[in-house]
T-cell receptor, first 114, second 115 residues
Framework: AQSVTQLDSQVPVFEEAPVELRCNYS??????LFWYVQYPNQGLQLLLK??????LVESINGFEAEFNKSQTSFHLRKPSVHISDTAEYFC????????????FGTGTLLAVQP | EPEVTQTPSHQVTQMGQEVILRCVPI?????FYWYRQILGQKVEFLVS????????KSEIFDDRFSVERPDGSNFTLKIRSTKLEDSAMYFC?????????????FGPGTRLTVL
């Protein structure tokens, strides 16, 4: 069975500091990996995705994530955060093939402080 | 940019009543989903729907739950005999047909409160 682990429930960080949000998954088959962001009182927005190819994927707002098959990880990083990045971040996995569903982690609250 | 919409944004109901949550997926998408998020917990898969039938459902999706695509645009989740533990944020999502684009696009959610 697939599962996603986000070890950090909350990550406090000062503005302009770097941040890494950790995500590990378990699956014996190939997967698609996603990071979704949920701003306060809003729905889930796709931040970035790994489907295949280059293991480093980037979003338009400076986040990046690296797929590491040997460590079954897909950590999210940003070199310099802004107050506006404060949100809940969810890692999700979807198995390739017929299975449609996304399996989500428990989420990490990124709290950016001035 | 096309987006998934959901109505209402907040629904309050008495235990035992029926509720219908509505979603309008992105217009050219063919795969539809419902997820829920109990306050403070992870987002959980409920059901997926394709070609006018359920393709997969979770153990949460018991016989009180049903989904329907009554016309070409709406996708609904009906919960009969609501229970207190049904209180959650319910998200609708849709996905395109291309195998190279497996990402799901989510609506803003409906917060269901069962009293």
């Amino acid at each position: 069975a697939q599962s996603v682990t986000q070890l950090d429930s909350q990550v406090p960080v000062f503005e302009e500091a770097p941040v890494e949000l950790r995500c590990n998954y378990s699956s014996s088959v190939s997967v698609y990996l996603f990071w979704y962001v949920q701003y306060p009182n809003q729905g889930l927005q796709l931040l970035l995705k790994y489907l295949s190819g280059s293991t480093l994927v980037e979003s338009i707002n400076g986040f990046e994530a690296e797929f590491n098959k040997s460590q079954t990880s897909f950590h999210l990083r940003k070199p310099s955060v802004h107050i506006s990045d404060t949100a809940e971040y969810f890692c999700a996995v979807r198995r390739g093939g017929a299975t449609n569903k996304l399996i989500f982690g428990t989420g990490t609250l990124l709290a950016v402080q001035p | 940019e096309p987006e998934v919409t959901q109505t209402p944004s907040h629904q309050v109901t008495q235990m035992g009543q029926e509720v219908i949550l509505r979603c309008v997926p992105i217009s050219n998408h063919l795969y539809f989903y419902w997820y829920r998020q109990i306050l403070g917990q992870k987002v959980e898969f409920l059901v997926s729907f394709y070609n006018n039938e359920i393709s997969e459902k979770s153990e949460i999706f018991d016989d009180r739950f049903s989904v329907e695509r009554p016309d070409g645009s709406n996708f609904t989740l009906k919960i009969r005999s609501t229970k207190l533990e049904d209180s959650a944020m319910y998200f609708c999502a849709s996905r395109g047909t291309s195998g190279s684009a497996p990402e799901q696009f989510f609506g803003p959610g409906t917060r269901l409160t069962v009293l």
